[in-house]
Nanobody
């Protein structure tokens, strides 16, 4: 497993933006895909976005399409999640994850390594 460290969470008002970062500690980090998931209070962890490490193909949940943007910096072993036009329902703990396999990128079970999570709170 790879150690993943998230940062960038915080408290914002509705309509504002945040950028989350997730950096892998491994020098030879080369996953197949990176993903962002979130877990709202009392809910199951859900898919937010994913990016294929080699070609940068991106995928989004319907609830964030058009507002969130995932990107990566291969040289820095870092994946980002730019979150714009935040809504109170985006309030959750956000986790990044890495997988070495293709397919089923919306499923938590496909991911090998997870970060510790970062809290995002959006007030109305």
């Amino acid at each position: 497993q790879v150690q993943l460290v998230e940062s960038g969470g915080g408290l914002v008002q509705a309509g504002e933006s945040l950028r989350l970062s997730c950096t892998a500690s491994e020098r030879t980090f080369s996953p197949y895909r990176m993903g962002w998931f979130r877990q709202r209070l009392g809910k199951e962890r859900e898919f937010v976005s994913a990016i294929t490490w080699s070609d940068g193909n991106t995928y989004y949940a319907d609830s964030v399409t058009g507002r969130f943007t995932i990107s990566r910096d291969n040289a820095k072993n870092t994946v980002y999640l730019q979150m714009n036009s935040l809504k109170p329902e985006d309030t959750a703990v956000y986790y990044c994850a890495a997988t070495s396999s293709s397919g089923l990128f919306r499923s938590t079970v496909k991911y090998d390594s997870w970060g510790q999570g970062t809290q995002v709170t959006v007030s109305s």
